[in-house]
């Protein structure tokens, strides 16, 4: 038996446009319904392939986590009032598989229709598409 949903609304945050505009809609969804809201930003240590396999990244300050949590305070600050509730995640992984363990037990999850790294003219990224695919709650894609 699946878990009930504990109320929280969850919003996939990577800095895009679309990103920003599922931030205002999930803030709006939860000031409306009184919900808990969650943003999440997912990173991903890059794998940097040498002659002889997997090579650590030697570079001074390189931190992809430091970077996510400046595109979440970014995103946030630029798309909802200050006074505004919310928790914020960071999740290590592939994005999808990362968005979809954060929706556990949510009642939503939301998504921008696209990200950063989406061709031009897809209706969804591969994100989206994994999230509506998997995610174990209702997913509402805010496509502007």
Same mark, same amino acid.
């Given at each position: 038996? +699946?878990?009930? #949903?504990?109320? *929280?609304?969850?919003?996939?945050?990577?800095?895009?446009?679309?990103?920003?505009?599922? $931030?205002?809609?999930?803030?709006?969804?939860?000031?409306?319904?009184?919900?808990?809201?969650?943003?999440?930003?997912?990173?991903?240590?890059?794998?940097?392939?040498?002659?002889?396999?997997?090579?650590?990244? &030697?570079?001074?300050?390189?931190?992809? %986590?430091?970077?996510?949590? *400046?595109?979440?305070? %970014?995103?946030?600050? +630029?798309?909802?009032?200050?006074?505004?509730? $919310?928790? *914020?995640?960071?999740? &290590?992984? #592939? #994005?999808?598989?990362?968005?979809?363990?954060?929706?556990?037990?949510?009642? $939503?999850?939301?998504?921008?229709?696209?990200?950063?790294? +989406?061709?031009?003219?897809?209706?969804?990224?591969?994100? &989206?598409?994994?999230?509506?695919?998997?995610?174990?709650?209702?997913?509402? $894609?805010?496509? *502007?």
């Amino acid at each position: 038996m +699946a878990p009930q #949903p504990d109320g *929280r609304i969850v919003v996939g945050v990577d800095g895009s446009p679309l990103s920003h505009a599922a $931030v205002r809609w999930a803030a709006r969804m939860a000031a409306l319904t009184g919900s808990p809201l969650e943003a999440v930003t997912v990173w991903e240590f890059p794998g940097l392939h040498g002659e002889h396999g997997l090579v650590p990244p &030697a570079l001074d300050g390189f931190g992809p %986590e430091r970077r996510a949590t *400046r595109i979440l305070d %970014e995103a946030l600050a +630029a798309a909802l009032p200050p006074a505004t509730a $919310v928790r *914020r995640h960071l999740k &290590a992984g #592939p #994005p999808g598989p990362a968005l979809v363990s954060a929706a556990a037990g949510a009642t $939503v999850l939301v998504l921008g229709s696209r990200g950063r790294s +989406a061709p031009a003219g897809a209706l969804l990224g591969t994100t &989206a598409q994994y999230c509506v695919h998997h995610a174990p709650c209702t997913v509402v $894609v805010v496509k *502007r």
